[in-house]
C-alpha cells in the first residue's frame, strides 16, 4: 500500500473514531423531555376544609420523584374547574379528576388523556344507577310518576338489610360510569407516559403505604385506562354543553 493509501485510510479511521465519540458522549434521546418540563407538577383538589395541605406529600413527592427520575411538585386546586383550566393552559403535566371533571377537561380542551384509574378490591372499576322495584310493585318505567322513588343504595345493602334478592327487578340500568381517572397532557412524552403508567399499576404491591396516601377510597389498586372507558361521562357532559 502507498504512502497516500495509508494516509487516506488513517485518516478515515480517526474520522470514524471522532464520529463514535460524539455518539457516545451524546444523552439518550428520551433524556431531553425532562429538560423540557423542568419541573412535573402534578394537580390534585384540596379536600374539604383541608386547605392547600395534602396528607403526606413528602413521601408522595419522593415516589413521584424516584419513578420520574426528575423534580415533581404537587399543585392544590380549590375545585375541579381550576385544575381543569390549569392543566388545558398546560401548567400542569398530569392532574388526578373525577370521571366528569377529566370529561370536562376533555371537551374543554381535547389535550388530555386518562393513564389508569382505580378499581375496588373486588374489582369493580364504576358504578352505575339502577332502578329497582319490590315485589312488583312498578310494572315499569311509564309507571314510575304514580310512585315515589328512594335512595336505598345497592342491591347487595338491600339484602344485607332484610330485602330479599328474589323479591326486587331492575327496571332499568344506566351506562357504567368508570372511577375518575389520572390524567396526562397527551402531548407528554412517551417515556414519561411509560414510567408513569408502570409506577401507578404496580404501586398497590409495592408500596401499598404510598397507595393509600394517593388513593384513599378505592382499595383495589390502579389499573391502565384509555378514552373510551369514560364514553358514559363524555356523553353527560356534551349533553350538558347543548343545553339537552
Known amino acids: 500500500m502507498g504512502m497516500g493509501a495509508k494516509s487516506t485510510a ?30 412535573f407538577r ?21 415516589a413521584y420523584t424516584n419513578a420520574l427520575g426528575m423534580k ?8 375541579y374547574a381550576a385544575l381543569i383550566e390549569a392543566q388545558a393552559s ?5 392532574a388526578v379528576y373525577s370521571a366528569l371533571a377529566y370529561a370536562t377537561a376533555s371537551v374543554r380542551c381535547g389535550c388530555v388523556e386518562p393513564l389508569v384509574a382505580p378499581v375496588d378490591a373486588d374489582g369493580a372499576a364504576g358504578v ?21 322513588i328512594d335512595t336505598g343504595g345497592t342491591i347487595l345493602r338491600l339484602a344485607a338489610a332484610g330485602v330479599p334478592k328474589t323479591s326486587l327487578r331492575v327496571l332499568w340500568s344506566s351506562a357504567p360510569l368508570r372511577y375518575g381517572p389520572h390524567a396526562v397532557r397527551s402531548d407528554l412524552d412517551a417515556e414519561a407516559k411509560r414510567r408513569l403508567a408502570v409506577f401507578l399499576t404496580n404501586l398497590k404491591s409495592l408500596t ?32 350538558g354543553t347543548r343545553g339537552d
Do not use: M
Not at 488513517?10 to 419541573?39: E, F, K, M
Not at 402534578?42 to 413528602?58: R, S
Not at 398546560?90 to 398530569?94: E, I, K, N, P, V
Open 10 to 39: 488513517s485518516q478515515a479511521l480517526r474520522t470514524c473514531a471522532a464520529a463514535l465519540a460524539v455518539l457516545s458522549a451524546a444523552p439518550p434521546a428520551h433524556a431531553d423531555w425532562r429538560a423540557d418540563i423542568g419541573t
Open 72 to 79: 415533581v411538585e404537587f399543585v392544590v386546586a380549590r375545585d
Open 128 to 148: 352505575r344507577s339502577l332502578l329497582v322495584t319490590r315485589d312488583g310493585k312498578v310494572p315499569g318505567l311509564t309507571a314510575i310518576a304514580s310512585h315515589r
Open 208 to 239: 401499598p403505604d404510598v397507595y393509600d396516601l394517593l388513593e384513599p377510597t378505592h382499595s383495589g389498586g390502579f389499573e391502565l385506562a384509555v378514552s373510551k372507558d369514560y364514553a358514559t361521562a363524555l356523553a353527560i357532559v356534551r349533553r
Open 42 to 62: 402534578i394537580g390534585i383538589v384540596a379536600e374539604p376544609g383541608g386547605g392547600n395541605t395534602v396528607p403526606g406529600l413528602a413521601r408522595l413527592t419522593d
Open 90 to 94: 398546560g401548567r400542569l403535566q398530569y
